[in-house]
């Protein structure tokens, strides 16, 4: 696989592979572990949230919509998040499924059980996995760009996957226009939180090593946060910006440089 540097962003050099365009931070000694924590959530790192608990009312109206978009692809069935959060996807998907998580951030995983969530503790693995039975349907929400190694961990979700099971994805799109006109100013391009950089070729010669197919891929609408935009925006602009007003308010967005993906298992 050859690969080149296409640019250093915040002290990482960012690599991207020749054939199919995935890209990836060499950020060898980044910790997920000890980063992905309840700062994370609060505000209190620059790349992260400024109040995700806040939003709660907002993000449940986005994922009240992925849910309606994966039932499209499986009705009914035992799902699994990775990357839960505080759970805000998952009260939406218990309405139709039998639900379970696993997360990173204790604080997260916490508060998750604490709402009669079934959501462990920690990296996702094949002790985790086995824990939780087969599903039928795995989502990754702006949750791969995050792993340190992609590969081995949907290798392990495709394994416990029932047949003919999905596995869900959305992420950044490096191969969009908007990636490729903005560069190392993309507003997704934040090492070391984001680790990948995919595109839809990638995606799917990463599916295809472990014996699924894309099914279907779109760049859909998103109602976000406004404080999550303030936020980011404040990042870019080195300046503080937000409002806790703002994090009740949702704004419709749409830069078609994100993708969804759904990965589906043969019966």
């Known amino acids: 696989m050859l690969q080149h540097c296409l640019y250093t962003k915040a002290g990482y050099d960012i690599w991207q592979c020749e054939g199919c365009g995935l890209g990836r ?30 939003t709660e009312h907002v993000l449940r109206r986005e994922f009240a919509g992925t849910v309606d978009f994966i039932r499209r692809h499986r009705h009914a069935g035992r799902l699994l998040e990775i990357g839960c959060a505080y759970g805000f996807f998952l009260q939406e998907a218990r309405r139709h499924f039998e639900v379970a998580g696993i997360e990173l951030a204790e604080d997260a995983a916490e508060h998750c059980r604490r709402n009669g969530l079934r959501v462990l503790t920690g990296a996702v693995d094949e002790e985790k996995l086995a824990r939780l039975g087969r599903m039928d349907v795995i989502v990754l929400l702006d949750v791969i760009e995050h792993l340190p190694d992609p590969h081995a961990t949907l290798s392990l979700c495709a394994r416990h996957l ?79 910006a937000g409002a806790p007003a703002a994090s009740a308010i949702g704004i419709p967005i749409n830069l078609f440089d994100a993708m969804r993906v759904v990965l589906r298992r043969a019966p």
């Open 25 to 54: 931070t060499d950020a060898a000694s980044f910790d997920p572990e000890t980063y992905y924590t309840e700062d994370y959530f609060s505000g209190r790192r620059a790349d992260g949230y400024a109040d995700y608990l806040a």
């Open 162 to 240: 029932r047949p003919g099971g999905i596995i869900v994805v959305t992420t950044g799109d490096f191969g969009s226009p908007l990636a490729r006109l903005t560069g190392a100013s993309w507003r997704l391009m934040t090492p070391p939180q984001h680790l990948w950089f995919f595109t839809p070729v990638s995606l799917e010669r990463l599916s295809a090593r472990f014996a699924m197919y894309v099914e279907a891929l779109d760049h859909p609408w998103k109602i976000v946060p406004a404080s999550l935009v303030l936020f980011q925006l404040g990042r870019m602009f080195s300046r503080r």
